[in-house]
Nanobody, 122 residues
Framework: QVQLVESGGGLVQAGGSLRLSCVAS????????MGWYRQAPGKQRELVAI???????EYADSVKGRFTISRDNAKNTVLLQMNSLKPEDTAVYYC????????????????WGPGTQVTVSS
């Protein structure tokens, strides 16, 4: 099992910045991708940014140019630097990780943190 713990959420004014951090513990040797999802009230959970242990990065169109994901493989940590925040970025942000191993149904094992609230005031 892998445990994920996020930190760094909070309240910020529009135009401000926050940095989210997520540390993985447990059976981290099999982790493949790590990233961030978010869920706003009344909306579905959506991908914000994701990265692998190499140079791959993927961002939601809504955050491109404002958010930067980075990863420290040695420390099993993934960071999300969020700049130029907007009120529509308000959501609970969840750390995500998946495994190089597959379940019997062909899907990857995946893991989620408990979430951290980000609130951007206008």
């Amino acid at each position: 099992q892998v445990q994920l713990v996020e930190s760094g959420g909070g309240l910020v004014q529009a135009g401000g910045s926050l940095r989210l951090s997520c540390v993985a513990s447990g059976r981290t040797g099999g982790i493949d991708e790590m990233g961030w999802y978010r869920q706003a009230p009344g909306k579905q959970r959506e991908l914000v940014a994701i990265t692998n242990s190499g140079d791959y990065r993927e961002y939601a169109d809504s955050v491109k140019g404002r958010f930067t994901i980075s990863r420290d493989n040695a420390k099993n940590t993934v960071l999300l630097q969020m700049n130029s925040l907007k009120p529509e970025d308000t959501a609970v942000y969840y750390c995500y990780a998946d495994s190089v191993f597959f379940k019997s149904d062909g899907t990857k094992f995946d893991y989620w943190g408990p979430g951290t609230q980000v609130t951007v005031s206008s």
